[in-house]
């Protein structure tokens, strides 16, 4: 089995920053993408940012220049530096892995989510 458990979520002032952490764990062969997805309240899941196993990245238009995605490949995890918060990302923000099982094709796995509130 593969888990995904992410870290790092609470309740942040407008402008201020926080780093969340996701980390796959299980017989995992090799991970091909990692990201983050956010749903807030009422509205549908969307893409944060996600990088590559080759290290390139995307990002969504409303965080490009804010949020920084990063990857440590030796501890299978993925970091997202928030920065500049606003009250409109208030989100569950849920950590994204397309891994590789030994024996087996690529499957998408997904965390079970962490709290961002953006408030003061």
């Known amino acids: 089995q593969v888990q995904l458990v992410e870290s790092g979520g609470g309740l942040v002032q407008p402008g201020g920053s926080l780093t969340l952490s996701c980390a796959a764990s299980g017989s995992i062969f090799s991970i091909n993408a990692m990201g983050w997805y956010r749903q807030a309240p009422g509205k549908e899941r969307e893409l944060v940012a996600v990088?590559?196993?080759?290290?390139?990245?995307n990002y969504a238009d409303s965080v490009k220049g804010r949020f920084t995605i990063s990857r440590d490949n030796a501890k299978n995890t993925v970091y997202l530096q928030m920065n500049s918060l606003k009250p409109e990302d208030t989100a569950v923000y849920y950590c994204n892995g397309e891994i590789r099982r030994f024996g087996t094709s690529i499957m998408t796995y997904w965390g079970k989510g962490t709290l961002v509130t953006v408030s003061s």
């Open positions: 990088v590559i196993s080759g290290g390139g990245t």
